[in-house]
Each structure stands twice: as C-alpha cells, then as structure tokens.
C-alpha cells in the first residue's frame, strides 16, 4: 500500500505502522468451492468461500484411481498437486488451522476440464 494510503488509516513513524487486528469466524450461506487450473500433471486448485477460521492449514486431493496425495500451497488460497488425475473424479480434504477437517467428496465429474469451477454443499462452521 502506498504511503499516503497508510496515512489515512494510520500514523506514519519511520516505516513501521502499527496494526492490530482481531480473527473472527467466517460465516458462509454456501458451501465451498473450488477452480481447478493447471494442465495434466499439475493441478492448481483455488479453494474459495471457505468458513470457518477460512485458514486452510492442509489439504489433499484424490482421484478415482489414486489414494489421498498430499498437496502444498502455491500462493494465497492455491493449492497444488503434480500427479496426472484428469479424466478422474476429485476429492478433497481440507484441514483449517482452527483443526476442523472435511472430506468433499467427488465434487468433480470425471469429464472436468482446466478452469472450471465447482461447488460443493458442505462447509466450515
């Protein structure tokens, strides 16, 4: 942020501005969702409209044809696998900081293509 942007919120002393902020749950009137992007053997998940804490801390994703991998965060809310799952239905388990974890299960159909997204009806309280 620009420094005169921060001027308007906040006292200017010497490069450092004070923030304090304070977590409070997110409530969601609709369930998670989920982009997927990337190409055959990288998929890039966005996980968006999350509940809860909204921090996710883990997640996996499983293919009809795999067990649970294990993925790691890209940037922001992206989360990435390099396994080939195209062609199969996805699932996924996501654990928020907070320690409440769901299991979405097949939340693709097994034609999906790269940038769509979908909507699951379960979420975080």
């Not at 804490?53 to 696998?81: D, E, F, H, V, Y």
């Amino acid at each position: 942020m620009a420094q005169p942007a921060w001027e308007k919120i906040a006292t200017y002393e010497g490069g450092i501005v004070p923030v304090i902020y304070q977590r409070v749950p997110c409530t969601k009137t609709s369930g998670v969702r989920f982009t997927i992007n990337g190409n055959d053997y990288f998929e890039l998940v966005l996980v968006y409209n999350v509940g809860g804490s909204g921090a996710i801390q883990s997640m996996m994703i499983k293919g009809t044809k795999t067990n649970w991998l294990p993925m790691s965060r890209n940037w922001g809310a992206n989360w990435q696998s390099s396994a080939y799952l195209s062609g199969q239905k996805l699932s996924f388990q996501i654990t928020l900081d907070d320690g409440q974890s769901l299991t979405f299960w097949n939340v693709t159909r097994t034609k999906w293509q790269f940038g769509q997204t979908f909507a699951s009806k379960l979420q975080f309280s």
